[in-house]
């Protein structure tokens, strides 16, 4: 058994090692740069070996689509795969090449990744981790479909003549001050907008520097590991298994024909339901009403 550690040149290491395939190469890696690693895959097929690939459904990655489609005609595996929650969130990046070489570590495949402190190891002749690295690749294959479609079963609406989905939404109160802020989850018919509260006070304090950040971000990777922490510190809001779908903030004020509103805005949405609720929520604060 051998283990290597490199702190750089993390390209040439992996293209090394899988220009030896003869077999097999599975490949598990949350960000890959299909453009510039499109000889390396390339050179694996043309070696008569199979190439797998799982990466995460990441706007990143599917910048590549064309790469990705060329590699598939050629005979790759390639799954872009999205996943529900932060709990089972794509964030591998390891890789078996013919049963016995894994490589593992920090280092996701692309060239972003160069410029920070990522490493990457080459283990050989383990073969009990190698079956714990293979059986983790067909689990990551598996969980999405069936994670995927319990989140994206929605209560129907039980009022007469509304078939709306029902959604899950904390909604916090206008925020005037930047002090502590209050909100209430409340489950909600969209289409004809009936609710109930189904917890009450839940502090803002927490979320808010998220929110914020999710709201400011406009890089991918940064963006899908705000959405990660903002699901993980949801769950812990709330009792039994509710699933809270959105983020909202009440609002209210004077309009340009002088008549006051209040509305809600959507400011987070659960990606996998996210387009199926609306941005904001005229006329309505859910009855979400704190002083500051
Ligand atoms: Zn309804």
Not at 186 to 197: D, L, P, Q, R, Y
Request: hydrophobic share 35%; net charge negative.
């Amino acid at each position: 058994m051998t283990v290597e550690s490199h702190f750089e040149n993390h390209k040439s290491v992996i293209e090394t090692e899988l220009t030896k395939a003869k077999e097999i190469v599975l490949i598990a890696v949350a960000w890959i740069n299909f453009k510039e690693y499109f000889d390396i895959f390339k050179n694996v097929l043309a070696n008569s070996a199979k190439l797998k690939i799982v990466c995460s459904d990441n706007w990143q990655n599917r910048s590549h689509q064309s790469s990705i489609d060329a590699l598939v005609k050629l005979g790759a595996e390639i799954k872009l795969l999205k996943m529900p929650r932060q709990t089972n969130h794509m964030h591998h990046k390891f890789s078996v090449i013919d049963n016995k070489t894994i490589l593992n570590g920090s280092f996701n495949w692309s060239p972003n990744a160069t410029s920070s402190f990522e490493n990457i190891i080459v283990i050989k002749d383990l073969p009990i981790e190698v079956t714990k690295f293979i059986n983790e690749f067909g689990k990551l294959l598996k969980i999405e479909a069936k994670a995927i479609r319990v989140l994206q079963k929605v209560k129907k609406c039980t009022e007469a003549n509304c078939d709306g989905e029902i959604f899950n939404i904390l909604v916090f109160s206008e925020n005037n001050q930047y002090y502590e802020v209050f909100g209430d989850i409340i489950e909600v018919c969209i289409s004809c907008e009936n609710h109930k509260t189904l917890e009450n006070c839940v502090s803002n304090t927490q979320i808010e520097h998220m929110l914020n950040a999710y709201q400011d971000s406009n890089d991918d990777y940064e963006t899908e590991l705000i959405d990660r922490d903002i699901n993980r510190l949801l769950n812990s809001y709330v009792k039994g298994p509710i699933t809270i779908h959105a983020i909202g903030r009440v609002k209210s004020g004077l309009r340009y024909d002088d008549e006051d509103y209040e509305e809600t805005n959507i400011i987070w949405k659960n990606k996998f339901v996210g387009n199926r609720l609306p941005d904001k929520f005229d006329n309505t604060t859910f009855g979400v009403v704190y002083d500051n």
